[in-house]
């Protein structure tokens, strides 16, 4: 648009004229130039390599959602708010939204594999260790480490390569539970192999890192939730980052009222029954649990909501490597725990592990004070028996079937349970 003086503007001109010169954008006030419109900019959100880890790539998870970050298409809860900012890095976990279509949106955990202290603590012990410097690039470090040289060498993750390692997952391994780690890692393009001929170099350390860190997104590769297993969906990661579906943490129900808190326990209950006995003859159970190791879907459903305190014995081969762990430490057993950490002996788990666990540290806290006295005497009183475990006549696995069926009629069957609405009007199973 050129540049004219609106000299229409001026007392006494046509009306007419004015309003054709309004009409074309003169401001009939001043008598300066017109300026080109400012085109309207979208807001863009900007991440740090360091907020999500990708400066420590490729001692990382991996980079499977990196895209959907960048596109927006990944926003945390804080992106609803006024300001639009990224949350504190040194949160442990996120609430946040997740698209497909950029119109429907679902809840998502964005969560870290550990705290930055000890990310920082582990880091310094590495460089230090491995190449006598406070700070250097982790990534060679790790590489240049005798098992990470093994792994970059291997055709195959074996029981060897995995021992000290700390996670629960590798305290009790069998070839057939390692074979299935390698098959299902949802981190590269191409899995379904035992053989590791199809992960890249960056790739193996990834898998390495992680199941040296934290092995939460692991299990739920492993065992997803389309096939049954009670874990939320994996979605991927950015640095060091992993994404799974949104639960709310149970700790969040232990005011609820008695037909919520008592369906909460039956469905706690049937999970610790599928991790002891299923299909493909894995014993799952726990090393510890609390008010934040289970979570719930927003239709009620109950699943595993932090898996990292989870250990499976095979029992159809055994494990390969028993009691041997402790002579195994290198720099990979103590990334975020202490390298002086006991491991549990594989012989020392009872199938009512899991059950007596959650019975003195779990149950008690969801079912006190909900119901009428005769029915709470009761439940209280399967409750202490089944806190004693091993030492009780009757055992754990009797106490909680008789309190499985004191509970069964006291939920409702209505709108607000929709995981199971309408079919318990219909079936016996609920």
Wanted: contains cysteine.
């Amino acid at each position: 648009m050129g540049r004219w003086t609106c000299c229409l503007c001026s007392r006494g001109a046509d009306p007419l004229m004015l309003l054709l010169v309004l009409a074309l954008g003169c401001d009939p006030s001043t008598a300066a130039t017109a300026s080109p419109p400012v085109p309207h900019v979208k807001p863009s959100y900007t991440f740090g390599r360091t907020f999500l880890g990708l400066d420590k790539c490729n001692a990382c998870i991996g980079t499977s959602i990196c895209k959907k970050f960048f596109k927006e298409e990944i926003r945390f809860d804080t992106w609803l708010s006024s300001r639009l900012k990224l949350p504190p890095s040194s949160l442990l976990s996120y609430s946040g939204n997740y698209t497909d279509d950029g119109k429907s949106w679902r809840a998502v955990d964005i969560r870290r594999l550990s705290s930055r202290y000890q990310q920082e603590r582990g880091e310094r012990r590495v460089c230090g260790a491995l190449l006598r410097s406070p700070s250097c690039s982790l990534e060679r470090a790790l590489r240049r480490s005798p098992r990470g040289q093994r792994w970059l060498r291997a055709k195959r993750l074996t029981p060897d390569l995995v021992q000290g390692l700390p996670s629960p997952l590798l305290r009790c391994p069998s070839q057939r539970l390692l074979d299935r780690i390698v098959r299902r890692y949802a981190e590269v393009p191409d899995a379904g192999s035992i053989y590791m001929d199809h992960l890249a170099e960056r790739d193996r350390l990834r898998l390495l890192y992680t199941l040296a860190v934290n092995s939460h997104p692991i299990l739920l590769q492993m065992f997803p939730d389309v096939e049954g297993w009670p874990f939320p969906r994996y979605l991927g990661s950015c640095g060091r980052l992993a994404l799974s579906a949104g639960t709310r943490p149970l700790r969040d129900f232990l005011g609820a009222a008695a037909e919520l808190a008592a369906d909460l326990a039956l469905q706690l209950l049937a999970v610790l029954r599928s991790m002891a006995a299923n299909d493909l003859n894995y014993f799952f159970y726990f090393t510890r649990v609390d008010a934040g190791t289970f979570g719930v879907f927003s239709n009620g459903h109950l699943f595993i909501r932090d898996a990292s305190a989870l250990g499976i014995i095979d029992r159809e081969e055994g494990s390969q490597l028993m009691d041997r762990q402790q002579e195994h430490r290198d720099i990979f057993s103590c990334l975020t725990v202490d390298c002086q950490s006991a491991f549990v002996s594989c012989d020392s788990i009872r199938d009512e592990h899991s059950l007596v666990m959650v019975c003195q540290d779990l149950l008690p806290k969801l079912l006190a004070g909900k119901f009428v006295p005769p029915v709470q005497e009761r439940v209280d009183a399967f409750l202490q028996r089944c806190a004693r475990g091993f030492g009780d006549k009757q055992g754990a696995k009797e106490a909680v079937e008789e309190l499985a069926e004191l509970l069964k009629p006291l939920r409702s069957c209505d709108s607000r349970f929709a995981y199971r609405y309408p079919d318990c009007r219909y079936s016996d199973k609920y």
